[in-house]
């Protein structure tokens, strides 16, 4: 099942991505009076066509859902003299430089424009995500010689807000690819003030792994919860239900799954006192864990080789959210504002794995892409538009890159034919499109294998 709504939430995104692209080409196409014979979706046999409008212009579904066109009445690729001479003024061929060029650039500007409009809806409607608060830092990392303490809140990076603790990380990511120190604006007790995080001593590519960790910067853990018992098991049987919010452990204070799960281990057959929060009121509970039963799954073996202990409980680490939101106009300002960064930082990761400076194992394929979306699509709705937005950005940028056959490399044509003051050569433009399909050809290459590779490795 989970498969199959991968496959459906992949397509649903590439079809839509694709759509939006060509259909800026289309609208300003037909805006500057360019006559649009096809517009496909998908290459290859089609699945269904139909005609629409005065033009009688095919609209095609085809099998192959990996890209899409937009084909006008061009003279370059039929014959002048099979054209009628009425419609010789609608070739886009016959268009001026600055039409051209607006029908071009309309496609990447179409898949920016929908990221702003997704972003815009998640702000307006408003999302729970996890607070910016961080847990105390390990002695040693880079927060804990910053000054940083469990409870801080982190308001801003560089100058930049931190809505969420995913921004939080999306803010950070830049610092620690260039190695360098980053100012983090940190509210305590209700005041504010100012801390240097110095990401200079992390190892080259930490940026690749879990770099947050490395810093020493760990999200609050919040509450600890139970999510379910097991019928019969110790928990039930002594009087822990799901939903029980626990506070201590034989006395000592619960801040993480991990420290039940610690406690219940180390004391198979020894009574240990609960106290826990149901619908309001504390509750004190003795629990007695049982040992293990030997081989069962999960289950490693105690101090001196005893089983360990269990109750039969599954506990939830519940972190502290909050809701971010934004009135209706203020949404449309932070989603552009939000486009914006994406696209730089985008253009910016780009340009590092250019030179080198980044591993090239960051660029994704397919496979990559659609695993994610099944992902977004399984968690919810926000987080697949979150998702859409963020590949709608991807897709503008990677067009406008100045690469013959892209978008962007027929922008670089048009602004050689303005400095010449006549078009190009088709010699010249046929040589550099090989080139530069041959460019898209390896960089397809690379992100297929590095999905293939986090495939087999996960």
């Not at 800026?24 to 290459?43: D, E, M, P, Q, W």
Request: charged share 20%.
């Amino acid at each position: 099942m989970n498969m199959l709504e991968t496959l459906i939430a992949f397509l649903a995104a590439l079809t839509l991505l694709i759509f939006v692209h060509e259909l800026g080409h289309y609208l300003v196409a037909r805006r500057c009076g360019v006559k649009v014979l096809r517009f496909s979706i998908g290459f290859g046999r089609p699945i269904a066509t139909w005609h629409v409008g005065a033009d009688r212009t095919e609209w095609t579904l085809a099998a192959i859902p990996l890209g899409g066109y937009v084909r006008m009445l061009d003279e370059r690729e039929t014959d002048p003299s099979t054209i009628p001479a009425h419609e010789l003024p609608r070739a886009f061929t016959r268009k001026s430089l600055p039409q051209r060029a607006a029908i071009v650039v309309a496609g990447p500007l179409a898949n920016f424009l929908l990221a702003i409009v997704l972003y815009a809806v998640i702000g307006w409607i408003g999302t729970q995500e996890p607070a910016p608060v961080i847990d105390q830092p390990a002695a040693g990392t880079a927060a804990a010689a910053a000054g940083l303490h469990a409870g801080d809140r982190l308001l801003e990076v560089d100058g930049a807000p931190v809505r969420s603790w995913n921004d939080l990380r999306l803010k950070l990511l830049e610092p620690v690819i260039e190695r360098r120190a980053s100012t983090l604006r940190v509210e305590r007790d209700g005041a504010a003030s100012s801390v240097s995080l110095d990401a200079s001593g992390l190892p080259e590519g930490e940026a690749e792994r879990d770099f947050l960790r490395t810093l020493g910067i760990r999200i609050e853990p919040g509450e600890v919860v139970i999510g379910s018992v097991l019928a019969g098991d110790a928990a039930e049987r002594d009087g822990l239900r799901a939903g029980d919010v626990l506070r201590a452990v034989a006395g000592m204070p619960v801040r993480r799954a991990g420290d039940v799960i610690e406690r219940v281990q180390s004391n198979a057959g020894r009574p240990l006192v609960f106290t826990v929060l149901r619908e309001g009121a504390e509750l004190t509970i003795t629990v007695t864990p049982e040992a293990a039963r030997a081989g069962a799954p999960g289950a490693p073996e105690g101090a001196g080789g005893a089983a360990p202990g269990r109750i039969g409980a599954a506990l939830q680490d519940r972190l502290q959210m909050q809701t971010v939101r934004y009135g209706p106009l203020e949404s449309v300002v932070q989603a552009s504002r939000q486009t914006w960064e994406m696209s730089v930082f985008s253009l910016r990761m780009l340009g590092k794995m250019v030179v080198g400076e980044l591993s090239l194992r960051n660029l994704s394929g397919p496979v990559t892409i659609a695993d994610l979306a099944g992902q977004t699509a399984r968690v919810g709705w926000f987080a697949y538009l979150s998702f859409l937005a963020l590949i709608s950005i991807s897709l503008g940028v990677l067009n406008l890159l100045p690469i013959p056959v892209l978008d962007g490399g027929h922008l670089v044509y048009y602004a050689l034919e303005a400095i010449k003051g006549r078009p190009l050569s088709e010699r010249f433009m046929a040589i550099t499109q090989r080139a530069g399909l041959a460019i898209i050809m390896m960089m397809m290459a690379v992100a297929l294998f590095n999905d293939i590779t986090r495939l087999i490795g996960s």
